[in-house]
């Protein structure tokens, strides 16, 4: 990006940083994530496919397969423990980052969480079966990644 500022760019990340935030405070209280919120962002992610210099095509799809594929095997196996709010989430989430960039910010996203369920375990405000939001996490590690793949960190600079 280079040391000027941009002004397309940074209404692009904003727009994205809203969206994520949104689905991120509604899975916070509600431990849901509408899929109109899912679909909103997957149009986001389109939308951006017109933005020169973001993904092509074949990287959002190949990003909202292996994103919402990878989640759906993890429901599928994990019987209950995440949802399908989660695994629409992720297929979008992986449409707006693109392959091979989903890896990271779905990986960051479990990490955070894998913390913040160790962090309820060690001061006993959760037991190893009960339930939490997982949105939040996956909003703020996909949010990480996509603000690296736009190089808009300071430490980027």
């Known amino acids: 990006m280079g040391n000027g ?22 899975d916070w209280r509600t431990w849901r994530i509408p ?11 389109g939308v951006q496919l017109l933005w020169p210099g973001r993904l092509h095509l074949g990287e959002a799809l190949a990003g909202l397969i292996i994103g919402g594929g990878g989640f759906s095997l993890l429901a599928w196996l994990g019987r209950g423990g995440l949802g399908w709010g989660d695994v629409k989430f992720a297929a979008a989430l992986g449409a707006l980052l693109g392959f091979p960039a989903i890896l990271y910010g779905l990986s960051l996203g479990m990490v955070l969480a894998g913390m913040a369920a160790g962090g309820l375990l060690l001061t006993g405000r959760a037991g190893r079966k009960d339930a939490f939001a997982y949105g939040p996490y996956l909003a703020l590690g996909g949010w990480l990644i996509y603000l690296m793949t736009l190089h808009l960190l300071a430490w980027q600079s």
């Open 5 to 26: 500022f941009d002004l397309g760019l940074s209404v692009v990340a904003l727009i994205t940083t809203l969206l994520l935030a949104v689905i991120a405070w509604i």
């Open 35 to 45: 899929d109109t919120c899912t679909a909103t962002l997957l149009i986001w992610a």
